[in-house]
Each structure stands twice: as structure tokens, then as C-alpha cells.
């Protein structure tokens, strides 16, 4: 087919707009690059392609990261949620976590209406079958329609649609997700390219008729009041909250899936891609824990003016009539009808050590891969990715060194580390325990730890940013009067400690000893001292956490800048992985395929041993010898 | 004054060397193998603490030159007639202040040396430390570079092979189920840190926890005593024998070993300076010190006796009180037990060959039973008073690492790390701290052990996490 040159090149073409694809593309335009995003159905963009929920436990964390950066599904799911809740509150101030639920259709209609109000943001509907690149560079792309798109980066933020193929019990056709086209020849070009593409698998459940549910037989589940918004720029949610419903699955419905497992595509060996162990469908969890008597299942609402429901815990990809026989064997579907089946799917994915940290390829210069395409899950973890690729693509564009976010510095920055160190096996989600320095990566300091570097790259709106500095000048002053000020005799707070059930308090000392107390807090100190008023909630629980916890914080963060220098110890571009003197073979293939890019990622690959890091050292020494002389 | 001159005190010497400000010890010649072993240490400390060890004066020595001296250990007691030499930073191998001290080509020598710099404020190295503080300060040409590539690369399949040993019945297999039981709890906090929506996954309470942590803590600290115990089979014990003038002391001495070694008469103040003896007790070499009887003499040489009688109590591993059971106890003798009551001890009643005056019942000191009977002169008792030794310095019932006592230095120091992170753990669970703080400690735990046992990646945890719980939505 001959080539048509679209007449414009534009700076960054993002492929794909799920919320990798959304942000990405968002992220380059309000960066000032002249954006281009191409997708296969205009009115799918922002779909949420599996459960109608934006946060979760460690999700929360990354949502909260995008929007201190200047992202956008924070604010998209603060306009749209219909029920919030905070997770974990008991667990600890760190792996507390925000989650809700969203109107499926206005979150999308709102992300859609976002990109199209966004200047220098071009949005197309159209197939994308190949990536144009000459010379090691991406150039591009090229469409089904014959018409090639030019790009100084590009950004593939194709998701689940690589080759995807739905799986119904033993009934399979290709797809993109239920509904949608898949991308049938863009992976083949990405092999053309040298790219190592795997298979992965993933699924979802039924979505049934409200109509038909007796809501009588279940419990309902009402979100926390008041809701609490995700995005630091918003005080509060507006949107009628509505409740979910909680129901169990029994021993007939166990039987009725045990009558479907020969007809079921992954006990029958028909899907090949491998499954995340964490999300898996009901059929895996009746087999794998066979002694479990039931399993909760949520109905979780899909919008304000939809009767559909998604029921959260069966996943699913049995044939038609055996979903249909285990529902109703659940409390309250005695007579439910599924509006959609539900499914698995086998998509292509790229694996993610064939990328730097700052998501562009190895191989193919100016190309960013984002999403589920890297192996990962979950929309968070895809805007996570987005955020990164689309700033970076941005920077490429105008000649500025790459943001890579560090693992003491983001949730972000595990997720990319991960990544790129370790690959993907199964599907990548994000758990709070891949952090090591969790007690540093909270949800209420995401912006005081990344706000600066949305601003400086151009991101943060002035207007959050005077908020973020306004939050942190207010914490510091704060941290220094409770460092300073001191309880003397007969202060109305020694008297309130009392009568709050602590022990006296010895007159002299300062707040700050008095706030590490674990019945003292923070709300108390400043209510009984009127020079305190002036600081907001906000700065008082955090320095409430800073002072409580100071101990753990400082031992992380030690931790951290010891590392540090690891990360500071770069290998050049060039380094020779292949031929550094006494590596065993195992260990040197392991650094041939990630090629890290400093001392401490190297550090951080699977089976690479303090030997080999030394010898490492010395090759790196090496190295630098040589060039001296040489040069 | 000669610049690059070893100094008592680190403050003074702005060297330029950029470690991380610890000082690091280690061998670098392989265990066993040839005639010298040498010991590198590197850091800012590593001079004063060189000094200590080696008694040499600072003002004396030239940099770059070697001085013999005498290496000793945190007891004053001898380990090996050695050389010493001291590169001042940044001219030295690492860029760092690194004194190098050559002692005879024995693995325990080096070791107890190595001991002895960690008393002293250093730490152990890690594999490659060196060369990596080396190459940070920029230390390394491109021949030094291949050289050292060499030794790590031999060095490197000696430490596989060493590490395979200690898998197969030594330290990694003692240490593993332990190491284990620390992950499966870390694994049950993660759980329900990050599976909380999961109804499946069980909740710790915190009684439950701190059970779970004080456990693991009473394991963890077996494998420490198991290192004192280790320690004492190779360097040995020292005994103490103490009370006042004039209870057998001394005879006591000479019927353990079998020889006239200390003068015996019945004036009281006799032993006027300690006199020492070595036995082989249950494998473990022992020094057995008699005393000067405690009071407060009056002549100046008795009164320095007594001063170095209790010098050694303070530092021994244990001390033999001996009572006199043919008269009745005294106010002396009370006082004399107040100096041992607070050390490992045990209470002899000595002479039982004579009528007895009064059972020492009253010495009883904290997890002592009882008094030993024995009379010096006849010889009855004293197989019991040895059992009674042996079993104090070698308990067996507790013998979690019989087979493979920690014995290294980087061993003990892991799992006195992990120790401390458990303590941690305890008092959070005590103050009432939420689950990830306790997770946290947990795994600083569960990390420090890795060292002896390999990496505990978060993937660990997750897989544990996986496999155990029916997990997701
Ligand atoms: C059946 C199913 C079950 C899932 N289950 C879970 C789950 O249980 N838990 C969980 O966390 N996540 C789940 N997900 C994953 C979640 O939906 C994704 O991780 C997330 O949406 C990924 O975001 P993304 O931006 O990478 O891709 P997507 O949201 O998939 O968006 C991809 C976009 O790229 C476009 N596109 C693709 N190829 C091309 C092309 N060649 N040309 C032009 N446009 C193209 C598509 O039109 C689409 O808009 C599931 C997804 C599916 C489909
Ligand atoms: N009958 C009897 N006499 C003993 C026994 N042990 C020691 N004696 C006698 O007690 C006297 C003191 O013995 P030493 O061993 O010199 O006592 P000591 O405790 O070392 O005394 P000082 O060195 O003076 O502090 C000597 O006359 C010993 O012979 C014993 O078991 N039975
Ligand atoms: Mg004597």
C-alpha cells in the first residue's frame, strides 16, 4: 500500500487512549509539545476497561503521585466518583490508601473532554499498524488507512490490544478488550524492530442487570463520610455517593464451576499467556483453595444512569451457561441476567527490560513504551507510566535530560525500577511491600515529595504549586515551634494531657516530646495554643507523623542516601556487559539483558552478587583509565 | 612533624578518603593459605584503632615503614607477635587512612585480630568493600584494575565454595529456618498490610505478634550465645577464683590442675598477686586465675593484689566463689560476694572434709542453684564443681548451631542486627505502633539474617503471600 505523509509532524504522537495514553498525551501538550494522540475508538477513550474503581491499596499512592506531577486522574476521578473510601486507615499512616468508585461513563466523557479542551492536543480515531523508524530512531508511525503520521517521539500505550484474543469457555476471537477492535499488526512491527514480545493473560467478570439483583439478600457497603477527593488541588466531593452490596459464593456455586472446569480455557490449556496471581478468576481460586467454603463477591454499581453492576470477585472466562448457573447460586442473583460475559484475554506485551528508565526503548531511539504493553496491570499503574513516558518524550523533544524518579522518592519510581530491572513474568501490579522505604512513600506527602519536579518540568499549574509551597513552608515553621516551644507550668496543655488520661507532664519540656507521647496528638497541642491556629489540618498531622515516627523515618531515610551513591555510579552508554573480566556466564547474561545504568540497579537484578558488583567497580575503573588515556 | 604520620585521633586528619565514614576490617590474604595473613583496616578510625591493638607509638612510627609489635585483644591478652604498617590517605590502597597488620598465616589468629578491631569501633568488610572504596576515591590504574580483577575473581570461587560448605550443615542451615520464621511472619504483616480487602487473609493481634517476635527474638538469641559459646571453644574461657583469705583458693587451684602451682599456707593474704593455670575443660581451653583473697589489706603489695583480683573477676567468664564451710560466713565474706554477685559466678563451699559450720544457702546468686560442697584436700566435689563449669560455659540444651556455632565476626554481626531490629519490633508492638511499623522492623530483621543466608527480595514475601492465601477480588 503506498504511503500517505500526513502534512503535519508533529513533536510527540501518543498510540493508545486508555489512561497510559491520557496522561502521556496531556503531559507532553501542557509541556508545549504539538501532541498527537491516535486511538482505535474515539468514544472508548478513558474506558475503564475492567472494574469501575480508580485507587486501591498502593494504586491510591501512585493516583496521588500523577496528580502532585500535574496529572489528571485524580481530578477525573474526584469529578466522577460515586463512592470513596479510605483502606488500611488502622494499618499505619504509610499503607494508607485511597480508593473509588467511578461512574464509569462520565469518567471516561470527562478524561475525553480534558484532551479535547487541551491546546496543541490533536485526537484521532484510527488503527495504528506500525512503527516507522529509520536508523535506530522512531520517526512515526504508520496507520491502516495508509496514512503516516510523523513524530519526533512516539509513545505505544496499546494496552491490552496487541493480538488480544477474548476468551468465552472454549469460544475465542480477537479483540482489543469485549467490543473493541484489536491491534493485529503493530507487535509484528515491534518484532521487526528487535523487540522480544511475550504473552500475557488477564481477565474480568460479568457484568449483570441491576434489575434483576434482589439487593434484600445482600449487605450494603457505603463509602466514607464525608468523601475524601484524591486530588491535593480539591477540598471536597460533590457527587451523590452511593453504595456497593456484599454477597458470598457457596458450596453449589463451587460445584457449578468444578462442572465447567474441562470447558474452561485455562484448565483446558487453551491460553497460554500466563495470569496475574493476585487478581485471579473465581475457577483458579475454587481449585487452588478447594477448602474454602465461600468467597465475598461485591456488586459494585458501573455508574448513576446504568442498571449494569459489576460483581467484584468473579472473574471469570467459563463458558456462557456455567456463569450464568454459578451466579445464580450466589444470595441475591437467584435471577440475575448478565448484560456481558465475562472473560479473559491473551494480549502481547514488550518486555519491559528492553527499556531505560525513562520508558523509551533501547533499541529504538524516541520510541516510549507505557502501560500494560510493559507488562504491568491496573489503570494506575498505566497513568503511573503515562505521566513518565509523555514528560519524557516532551524533554526528548526539546533536548533536556530525562526525569527518572528514584525508589525513596515515588511509587513511581519502584514500578519503573521494577520494570526495567526485572521484566514482567506475569502481570505487574503494585503492592505498597515492593517499596523498601514505604514509611517514606505516603499518599499525604506525595506532594511534598514530587510537587518541585512537576513544577520545574512544567506541569504543576502555578496555582497548585503556590499551594504545595505554602503546604511546606507551613510544615516547617511548624516542626520548628514544636521543636522550640515549651510546656511550662500550669499551660492549659499540661492540664489538657491530664484530663485526656496521660501521664503529668514535666513542665519544660517541648512540644515535640510531648507530641512522640501516643495519647498526645497534634490536633491537641494546637487547639490549646492560639499561636498555632494558623496552621492548617493538613500541616499539623503531617508534622504530627514527623515527630512521632522520626526514628523509623530517619533509619529509611539513611538507608536511602546510603544507596544513593550506588545510583550515582553510572555505567557510559557503551559499557561492555559482555566482556568484564571474571563474571560468571549466568550473572553476565543477566546484565547483557537489563544493561543497567548504574552500580545500584545492577545491584538490584536478580542473582547479581557482591563479587560480581566488584568486579563491576573495577571494570568501570577500568574503563574510565581508558578513555583518560585515550583521550 | 612528618605529615603523614599516624595519629592517635581521626579528627585530625582531613584525609580525602570518601567512604561511607565507617571503618571496615578483613583479611585479604585467603583463609589458610601461606605463611602471613594479612589484615587491612580503612577508614577514618583506622589508625587509632590500629594503634590500640598493636600498642604501637604513634610517634615513633614512619608511614609506609612496617614496626613490629605485639597485637592484642580487648582483654589485654596476647594474640600474635606481628607487623604493623600504616599508609596515610590518600596514598593508600583504598585513598582512605589504612593500617595493614601481618600476623602468622593462622585463620583463628586472624579472626580473634579481626574480633579485636571490631571491639574497637570497626566493621566488618564486605565482599569487594575495598575495591569499591578504592575506586570511589579514584585509586585505581588500569593495572591495579586488572590485578584486583584477578584476586576477586579467584577469591570469588573460593567464596562460592565456602558458601556452598556453610549451606550444607553450617551456618546458612542453621540460620535458614530462622531466617524462615522471620519471613513467614513478615509474610503474615504484609498480608494483612496489603490484603486487607481480603477477608481470607488472618489478622494478627498484637498479642499474637508480640508472641511471634519474642520467640523469634529468644531463637535469635540463642544463636548469639551460641557465638560466645563458639568463641570459647577457640579462644578460650577464663575462670576466676575469688573470696577471701584464707578459704582454699589457692588449693583449689592446684587440685584442678593437678599440680603445686600456688603456695598454700594457712596465713591468711598468701597469694599476694593472681597466678594462672590452663586445663582443657569439655574441649574448651581454660584459664584458671586464683586471686588474691578480697579484703582491704594494709600492705601496699597485698592492696595491689586485691586491685588485680578484681580486674580479673570484672573481665572473666566466670568466677568461683569460694566460701569456707568449716566456720561460719562472715561479714567479709559478704562484702567479697557483693564484687561477683553481679557477674556469671557460682559459690563453692570448700573444706566439706572438716565439720560442717553453716550452709552458704544465703549466697544463692540470680539462676545459680545452690552452693558446689567440695573439700580441696580430699578431692571429693570437685568432679561435680568441673561438670558444674562446663556446663555453664558449654550449656547444651540450647545447642541450636551445635553443629555450626557462629564463629565469624560478619555472622555475629548480622544477627546481633537482627536482634536489635527485633527489639525494635517488641517495643512497637509494646507502644502500640501500627502493622507497618512493625513490618518494617520485621524486615530489617528478615534482611539483616539475609546476609548469612542469601537476598530476601519483596518478591520473597509476595510468593509466600501467594501461595498461602486466596488472594484478590
Ligand atoms: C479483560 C480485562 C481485565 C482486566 N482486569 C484487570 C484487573 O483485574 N485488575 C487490574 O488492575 N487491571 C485489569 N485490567 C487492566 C486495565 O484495564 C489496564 O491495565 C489498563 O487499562 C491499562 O491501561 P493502558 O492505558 O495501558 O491500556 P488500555 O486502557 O487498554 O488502553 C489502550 C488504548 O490503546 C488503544 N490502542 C491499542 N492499540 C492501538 C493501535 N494499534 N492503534 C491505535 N490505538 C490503539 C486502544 O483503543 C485503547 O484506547 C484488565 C483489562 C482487561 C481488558
Ligand atoms: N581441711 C582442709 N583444709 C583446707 C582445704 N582447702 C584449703 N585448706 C587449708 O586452708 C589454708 C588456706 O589455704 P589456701 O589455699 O592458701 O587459701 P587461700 O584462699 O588461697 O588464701 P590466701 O591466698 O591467703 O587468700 C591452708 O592451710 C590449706 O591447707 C580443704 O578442703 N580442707
Ligand atoms: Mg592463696
Redesign the interface.
Known amino acids: 500500500m503506498s504511503v500517505v505523509e500526513y502534512p503535519k509532524e508533529y513533536d510527540v504522537v501518543v498510540v493508545g487512549g486508555g489512561h497510559a495514553g491520557c496522561e502521556a498525551a496531556l503531559a507532553a501538550a501542557r509541556m508545549g509539545c504539538s501532541t498527537l494522540l491516535l486511538t482505535i475508538n474515539a468514544d472508548a477513550i478513558g474506558l475503564m476497561s475492567c472494574n469501575p474503581a480508580i485507587g486501591g491499596l498502593a494504586k491510591g499512592h501512585l493516583v496521588r503521585e500523577v496528580d502532585a506531577l500535574g496529572g489528571e486522574m485524580a481530578k477525573t476521578i474526584d469529578a466522577t466518583g460515586i463512592q470513596f473510601r479510605q483502606l488500611n486507615t488502622s494499618k499505619g499512616p504509610a499503607v494508607r490508601s485511597s480508593r473509588a468508585q467511578a461512574d464509569k461513563q462520565l469518567y471516561r466523557l470527562r478524561m475525553k473532554q480534558v484532551l479535547e479542551s487541551t491546546y496543541g492536543l490533536d485526537v484521532k480515531q484510527v488503527m495504528v499498524d506500525a512503527v516507522f523508524a529509520e536508523g535506530g530512531r522512531a520517526k512515526g508511525v504508520d496507520t491502516n488507512l495508509g496514512i503516516r503520521y510523523r513524530g519526533k517521539t512516539v509513545v505505544l500505550c496499546t494496552g491490552t490490544f496487541l493480538k488480544g484474543l477474548v476468551h468465552i469457555g472454549l469460544v475465542n476471537f480477537p479483540a482489543g478488550r469485549a467490543g473493541d477492535f484489536p491491534a493485529m499488526k503493530l507487535s509484528d512491527s515491534l518484532r521487526e524492530l528487535g523487540f522480544s514480545v511475550g504473552r500475557l493473560k488477564t481477565g474480568t467478570t460479568p457484568r449483570l442487570d441491576g434489575k434483576t439483583i434482589d439487593f434484600s439478600r445482600t449487605t450494603p457497603q457505603w463509602g466514607d463520610d464525608p468523601p475524601l477527593p484524591f486530588s491535593f488541588g480539591n477540598k471536597e466531593i460533590r457527587r451523590p455517593q452511593v453504595p456497593c452490596y456484599v454477597t458470598y459464593t457457596n458450596e453449589r456455586t463451587h460445584e457449578a464451576i468444578r462442572s465447567g472446569l474441562s470447558r474452561s480455557p485455562l484448565y483446558s490449556g487453551v491460553i497460554q499467556g500466563i495470569g496475574p496471581r493476585y487478581c485471579p478468576s473465581i475457577e483458579d481460586k475454587v481449585v487452588r483453595f478447594a477448602d474454602k467454603e465461600r468467597h465475598h463477591v461485591f456488586l459494585e454499581p458501573e455508574g448513576l444512569e446504568t442498571a449494569e453492576y459489576y460483581p467484584n470477585g468473579v472473574s471469570t472466562s467459563l463458558p456462557y451457561d456455567i456463569q450464568l448457573k454459578m451466579l445464580r447460586t450466589i444470595p441475591g442473583l437467584e435471577e440475575v441476567e448478565i448484560v456481558r460475559p465475562g472473560y479473559a484475554i491473551e494480549y502481547d506485551f514488550v518486555d519491559p527490560v528492553q527499556l531505560s528508565p525513562s520508558l523509551e526503548t533501547k533499541a529504538i531511539r524516541n520510541l516510549f513504551h507505557a502501560g500494560q504493553i510493559n507488562g504491568t496491570s491496573g489503570y494506575e499503574e498505566a497513568a503511573a507510566q503515562g505521566m513518565v513516558a509523555g514528560i519524557n518524550a516532551a524533554r526528548r523533544v526539546s533536548g533536556e535530560d530525562p526525569v527518572v524518579f528514584t525508589r525513596s522518592e515515588a511509587y513511581i519510581g519502584v514500578l519503573i525500577d521494577d520494570l526495567v530491572t526485572k521484566g514482567a513474568t506475569e502481570p505487574y501490579r503494585m503492592f505498597t511491600s515492593r517499596a523498601e522505604y514505604r514509611l517514606l512513600l505516603r499518599e499525604d506527602n506525595a506532594d511534598l515529595r514530587l510537587s518541585e519536579r512537576g513544577y520545574r518540568v512544567g506541569l504543576l499549574p502555578e496555582a497548585r504549586y503556590e499551594q504545595f509551597r505554602a503546604k511546606q513552608e507551613g510544615l516547617s515553621s511548624l516542626l520548628a515551634v514544636l521543636e522550640t516551644s515549651r510546656v511550662s507550668a500550669g499551660h492549659p496543655l499540661a492540664r489538657a494531657v491530664l484530663a485526656a488520661g496521660g501521664a503529668p507532664v514535666r513542665p519544660g519540656i517541648s512540644y515535640a516530646e510531648l507530641l512522640r507521647r501516643p495519647e498526645v496528638t497534634g490536633a491537641l497541642i494546637v487547639s490549646h495554643d492560639p499561636d498555632l491556629a494558623r496552621f492548617s489540618p493538613e500541616v499539623v498531622s503531617q508534622a504530627e507523623l514527623i515527630v512521632k515516627f522520626d526514628g523509623y523515618l530517619r533509619r529509611q531515610e539513611d538507608e536511602a542516601k546510603k544507596l544513593k551513591k550506588y545510583e550515582d555510579l553510572k555505567f557510559p552508554s557503551d559499557f561492555p556487559f559482555e566482556s568484564v573480566y571474571g563474571l560468571s556466564t549466568e550473572v553476565r547474561d543477566k546484565l547483557v539483558r537489563v544493561r543497567p545504568l548504574s552500580i545500584g540497579q545492577a545491584q538490584r537484578i536478580p542473582g547479581v552478587t557482591p563479587a560480581a558488583v566488584a568486579l563491576l567497580l573495577v571494570a568501570l575503573t577500568k574503563g574510565r583509565a581508558v578513555t583518560q588515556t585515550g583521550g | 612533624m612528618d605529615e603523614g604520620r599516624p595519629r592517635a585521633r581521626a579528627e585530625e586528619r582531613g584525609g580525602p578518603g570518601k567512604g561511607?565514614g565507617t571503618t571496615i576490617v578483613a583479611p585479604i590474604t585467603p583463609a589458610g593459605a601461606g605463611a602471613v595473613s594479612l589484615l587491612r583496616l580503612s577508614g577514618p578510625e583506622a589508625f587509632p584503632i590500629a594503634l590500640r591493638m598493636t600498642g604501637v607509638d604513634s610517634s615513633r612510627v614512619s608511614p609506609r615503614t612496617l614496626s613490629r609489635c605485639t597485637v592484642r585483644g580487648g582483654k589485654g591478652e596476647e594474640i600474635d607477635s606481628a607487623l604493623v604498617v600504616f599508609f596515610p590517605a590518600p596514598s593508600s590502597f583504598t585513598g582512605e587512612d589504612v593500617a595493614e597488620i601481618h600476623l602468622h598465616g593462622n585463620p583463628v589468629l586472624v579472626e580473634r585480630a579481626a574480633a579485636a578491631a571490631c571491639d574497637l569501633g570497626a566493621s566488618p568488610a564486605?565482599?569487594?568493600e575495598f575495591?569499591?572504596r578504592a575506586?570511589?576515591n579514584g585509586k585505581?590504574?588500569?593495572t591495579q584494575?586488572?590485578a584486583?580483577?584477578?584476586l576477586?575473581?579467584a577469591?570469588?570461587t573460593g567464596?562460592a565454595r565456602a558458601a556452598l560448605r556453610q549451606l550444607k550443615g553450617g551456618i546458612g542451615e542453621a540460620i535458614s529456618p530462622l531466617r524462615g520464621q522471620v519471613v513467614s511472619l513478615l509474610t503474615l504483616l504484609?498480608a494483612?498490610?496489603?490484603?486487607?480487602?481480603d477477608?481470607?487473609v488472618p489478622l494478627l493481634s498484637s498479642e499474637q505478634t508480640l508472641e511471634r517476635v519474642s520467640e523469634l527474638r529468644a531463637q535469635v538469641g540463642r544463636c548469639l550465645a551460641s557465638y560466645a559459646r563458639g568463641h570459647r571453644y577457640r579462644d578460650g574461657a577464663t575462670v576466676a577464683i575469688a573470696g577471701v583469705a584464707n578459704v582454699g583458693k589457692s588449693r583449689i587451684l592446684n587440685r584442678i590442675l593437678g599440680e603445686e602451682r600456688a603456695i598454700v599456707t594457712e596465713v591468711p593474704g598468701t597469694t599476694r598477686d593472681y597466678l594462672s593455670g590452663e586445663v582443657s575443660l569439655a574441649g574448651i581451653p581454660l584459664r584458671l586465675v586464683d586471686t588474691a583473697g578480697l579484703r582491704d589489706a594494709l600492705d601496699p603489695v597485698e592492696r595491689e593484689g586485691v586491685r588485680r583480683s578484681r580486674e580479673i573477676i570484672a573481665s572473666a567468664d566466670l568466677t568461683l566463689f569460694v566460701l569456707d564451710g568449716s566456720r561460719p560466713a562472715h561479714g567479709g565474706d559478704l562484702e567479697a560476694y557483693r564484687e561477683v554477685a553481679d557477674r556469671p559466678h557460682l559459690v563453692l563451699l570448700n573444706k566439706r572434709d572438716l565439720p560442717a559450720a553453716e550452709e552458704g544457702g544465703r549466697f544463692r546468686g540470680p539462676g545459680r542453684n545452690g552452693t558446689i560442697p567440695l573439700s580441696a584436700a580430699t578431692g571429693e566435689g570437685v568432679g561435680g564443681l568441673l561438670r558444674a563449669i562446663a556446663r555453664d560455659l558449654a550449656p547444651e540444651e540450647d545447642a541450636i548451631m551445635a553443629e555450626a556455632p557462629l564463629t565469624r565476626l560478619r555472622h555475629v554481626e548480622a544477627v546481633r542486627k537482627a536482634d536489635v531490629a527485633l527489639e525494635r519490633a517488641q517495643e512497637a508492638v509494646g507502644?502500640?505502633?501500627?502493622?507497618?511499623?512493625i513490618a518494617?522492623d520485621v524486615?530489617?530483621a528478615a534482611q539483616a539474617l539475609a546476609e548469612l543466608t542469601g537476598?530476601i527480595?519483596?518478591?520473597e514475601?509476595?510468593d509466600a503471600i501467594?501461595s498461602a492465601f486466596?488472594?484478590?477480588?
Open positions: 561511607d564486605a565482599p569487594g575495591s569499591r575506586f570511589q585505581m590504574d588500569l584494575a586488572e584486583l580483577a584477578d576477586i575473581a577469591r570469588t567464596a504484609e494483612s498490610i496489603d490484603f486487607s480487602e477477608e481470607d507502644n502500640a505502633l501500627s502493622l507497618e511499623f518494617s524486615r530489617d537476598e527480595a519483596p518478591e514475601v509476595l501467594f486466596c488472594i484478590g477480588k
